[in-house]
């Protein structure tokens, strides 16, 4: 069974918001577009997201396209810390929070079976950073996203 690679976007939907009114947070809200050259991992040929903040929620929608396969997620979460449901895809649960000036979030689906943790942050040059892991049955695997503002 294959990674489900870019459906970190429901996890990295937390991920890439940031609370503006804390001043300890960074911003993440706005426009990114994946710099592929820069990313390693699994990651698709082009993808762009638009990350939003609205209290204690982060929305994030993603598209991607590897190919000729073109993608679109979207997901949101509650940054309390604790697991939550996900709606709709593979369903499962996601818990997101911040981490000092790092947001991190962990997901679980197929029945506990696929686990995906994501650290987010900003970089000194303004770019947002993912450090994945994911471990499935099959095994492993570690990816580094950088993120552009657009």
Excluded: Y
């Amino acid at each position: 069974m294959q990674f489900k690679s870019f459906q970190l976007v429901i996890a990295g939907a937390a991920l890439l918001a940031a609370s503006a009114a804390a001043a300890d947070k960074p911003a993440f809200a706005g426009t990114w577009r994946l710099d592929s050259d820069q990313s390693k991992g699994d990651a698709p040929s082009w993808a762009s997201m638009v990350v939003v903040q609205k209290g204690h929620w982060f929305h994030m929608a993603q598209n991607d396209k590897d190919g000729r396969l073109v993608r679109s997620f979207e997901g949101e979460c509650k940054t309390d810390g604790r697991f939550h449901p996900v709606q709709g895809g593979d369903g499962g649960s996601i818990a997101c929070k911040w981490d000092g000036s790092s947001f991190t979030t962990q997901q679980h689906w197929n029945d506990n079976h696929n686990e995906r943790s994501v650290q987010t942050s900003l970089d000194p040059d303004g770019h947002l950073i993912q450090e994945i892991h994911e471990t499935a049955p099959e095994g492993s695997k570690d990816s580094h996203l950088v993120w552009k503002r657009q």
